[in-house]
C-alpha cells in the first residue's frame, strides 16, 4: 500500500513537471513575437498574449525555434523553446542514468525506470542522455535533452 502510493506521488509530481514544459510551447515569447509549436515550428503573436492561428511557420533544416531574436537557431548552440519531453524520465540507451529536466538525472542501475537515487549538474552544466558524462556543457546534435525546468 505505501509503495502503492508512492507510485502515485511520483505520478503526480511528473504529470505536474510535464504541463510546466508544455507551457513554454504555444506561448508568446516577449524577446522575439512568436509562439514555438513545436520542436521546429511556430506561430506569429503580432504583438499579443495568444498567437495567431492563421498560419504556421516552419525553421529551415537544422534549426529550432528559440527564443532568440532571430527565431529559428542552430539547436548546437540554443535549446528549442519548445521542446521534446520524450526522454524525460527514460533510462538511457544501457540504463545507467534518466534525465529528469534540463539541470537533474536519477540513476537507473540496470533497471529500465530510474530510482529516487538522483542527482543535479553542477552550474553551467545540463543532462544529456547521449553521453556517458550525463552533465555536459555543450549540446551535441545527438544530444538527447529532457526540456523540463
Ligand atoms: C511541428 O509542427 C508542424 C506543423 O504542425 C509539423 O509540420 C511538423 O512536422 C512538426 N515537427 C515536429 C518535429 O513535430
Ligand atoms: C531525489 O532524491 C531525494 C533524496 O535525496 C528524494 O527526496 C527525492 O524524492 C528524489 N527525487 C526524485 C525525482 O526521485
Known sequence: MKDYLCVL??????????????????LCQASNDVACI????????????????DQIFNCPDGLVCTDKPQICFQRS???ASCGDTDSCGRCNANNVFACTSRTT????????????VNGTCPVGRFCDASTAD???AKPTPNSIICHLD
Open 9 to 26: 506521488t511520483v505520478l503526480a509530481v511528473f504529470g505536474w513537471q510535464l504541463q510546466l514544459a508544455n507551457s513554454s510551447c504555444n
Open 105 to 116: 538525472f536519477a540513476f537507473c542501475f540496470g533497471a529500465t525506470t530510474p530510482t529516487t
Open 77 to 79: 548552440e540554443t535549446p
Open 38 to 53: 513545436n520542436q521546429t515550428a511556430y506561430r506569429m503573436c503580432f504583438g499579443r498574449e495568444t498567437p495567431s492561428q
Open 134 to 136: 550525463i552533465c555536459v
